[in-house]
């Protein structure tokens, strides 16, 4: 199926009204990647909110899937345990059929751990990623 300017509108409309922050679709000949950037800022600012009992922040799956820790096309993960991540950033995707919904950093600082097994199928709200935030001493 190919992917004209109606699916594209139809497809930013369903993430506005759906809170999603951003999908990527693909297939064998066209690629798509649809940002909303206030959902990604609305995330951010809820998870911050609730940091582990650790006073670690977890970046959170917001769809069920199969998660992946590098895109589909590259061999390298997002980020690694001791990578410096900010607010926004990828640190993995969920797999739903075609569409690949990224796992974003809810905050700055460095990545911990990520939890979640790369394929293993994940559910709504599963911690992906453990992350120690700047405001934090080692």
Same mark, same amino acid.
């Given at each position: 199926?190919?992917?004209?300017?109606?699916?594209?509108? +139809?497809?930013? +409309?369903?993430?506005?009204? =759906?809170?999603?922050?951003?999908?990527?679709?693909?297939?064998?000949?066209?690629?798509?990647?649809?940002?909303?950037?206030?959902?990604?800022? =609305?995330?951010?600012?809820?998870?911050?909110?609730?940091?582990?009992?650790?006073?670690?922040? %977890?970046?959170?799956?917001? $769809?069920?899937?199969?998660?992946?820790?590098?895109?589909?096309?590259?061999?390298?993960?997002?980020?690694?345990?001791?990578?410096?991540?900010?607010?926004?950033?990828?640190?993995?995707?969920?797999? $739903?059929?075609?569409?690949?919904?990224? $796992?974003? =950093?809810?905050?700055?600082?460095?990545?911990?751990? $990520? %939890?979640?097994?790369?394929?293993?199928?994940?559910?709504?709200?599963?911690?992906?990623?453990?992350? +120690?935030?700047?405001?934090?001493?080692?």
């Amino acid at each position: 199926m190919q992917l004209d300017a109606t699916h594209i509108e +139809r497809l930013a +409309r369903l993430l506005e009204t =759906s809170g999603l922050a951003s999908i990527e679709i693909e297939n064998e000949t066209q690629s798509l990647k649809l940002v909303v950037e206030s959902g990604a800022s =609305s995330q951010v600012a809820a998870a911050v909110s609730s940091p582990d009992a650790d006073n670690h922040v %977890l970046a959170m799956a917001d $769809v069920a899937g199969h998660f992946l820790a590098a895109h589909p096309w590259r061999a390298a993960p997002f980020v690694e345990p001791g990578q410096r991540v900010e607010a926004g950033a990828i640190v993995g995707l969920i797999k $739903v059929g075609l569409i690949h919904a990224p $796992v974003l =950093s809810p905050s700055p600082g460095i990545l911990d751990a $990520v %939890l979640a097994k790369t394929g293993a199928l994940i559910g709504y709200g599963t911690p992906i990623a453990r992350i +120690r935030p700047d405001n934090l001493r080692a």
